[in-house]
């Protein structure tokens, strides 16, 4: 079965950076359009960052643009996020998502929390 396995979450004073992973597996991840998203408690979940199946094209939540940076191994079968800069309301679940045609499936979720 499909599988989305997210780690690298955590507690990070504002300022900091974290990098997020997602592991994949049962799926062929190269087809797979990825991304990321994030929910804070109280709000909708919101698109974090995308990427296309071979890397070559990205696409940015403007809260998160010049701070995140997204990027894939499809050696890995591994999608990550780096977070730079982090800010206090960057705290939620960050959770993965692939997707490809009408399949779509999602990771258990991450906490990142970033607090002094």
């Known amino acids: 079965q499909v599988q989305l396995v997210e780690s690298g979450g955590g507690l990070v004073q504002p300022g900091g950076s974290l990098r997020l992973s997602c592991a994949a597996s049962?799926?062929?991840?190269?087809?797979?359009?990825m991304s990321w998203y994030r929910q804070a408690p109280g709000k909708e979940r919101e698109l974090v960052a995308g990427i296309t199946y071979l890397g070559q094209s990205t696409h940015y939540g403007d809260s998160v643009k010049g701070r995140f940076t997204i990027a894939r191994d499809n050696i890995k079968n591994t999608v990550y996020l780096e977070m730079n800069s982090l800010k206090p309301e960057d705290t939620a679940v960050y959770y993965c998502?692939?997707?490809?045609?009408?399949?779509?499936?999602w990771g258990q979720g991450t906490q990142v929390t970033v607090s002094s």
């Open positions: 049962g799926l062929t991840f190269s087809s797979y359009y």
């Open positions: 998502k692939a997707h490809w045609g009408s399949a779509t499936y």
